[in-house]
């Protein structure tokens, strides 16, 4: 069993930075690849970025290329999201996700674990 808690949301102005956290508890993380997805009200939750365990892929959403990044630090169990040039439409609750593979998909229906999500509004 694994547990995900996100941290770092927060209200913040179009244009600056913020980075999520997402800090894994239990066994075998590096058996994981980790993701972060996204979903704005009303919407469907949508991939945003992946990395397999020891960050030798790394997918990212064409939406958030060059913007964002994502990275992990298996000593520390915890996955990364930093975002910068942050866009109003990119108002969404953010969630992480670990998926018991060494590749990284994108769909939400593999993934073996989530955790409750971080706010991440973004006001013009």
């Known amino acids: 069993q694994v547990q995900l808690v996100e941290s770092g949301g927060g209200s913040v102005q179009a244009g600056v930075s913020l980075r999520l956290s997402c800090v894994a508890s239990?066994?075998?993380?590096?058996?994981?690849?980790m993701s972060w997805f996204r979903q704005a009200p009303g919407e469907e939750r949508e991939f945003v970025a992946g990395?397999?365990?020891?960050?030798?892929?790394?997918l990212y959403a064409d939406a958030v290329k060059g913007r964002f990044t994502i990275s992990r630090d298996n000593a520390l169990q915890t996955v990364y999201l930093q975002m910068n040039n942050l866009k109003p439409v990119e108002t969404a609750g953010y969630y992480c996700?670990?998926?018991?593979?060494?590749?990284?998909?994108?769909?939400?229906?593999?993934?073996?674990?989530w955790g409750q999500g971080t706010e991440g509004p973004v006001s013009s």
């Open positions: 996700a670990a998926l018991c593979s060494t590749v990284v998909v994108t769909a939400v229906e593999h993934y073996d674990y």
């Open positions: 990395i397999t365990w020891n960050g030798g892929t790394i």
């Open positions: 239990g066994p075998s993380f590096i058996s994981y690849s």
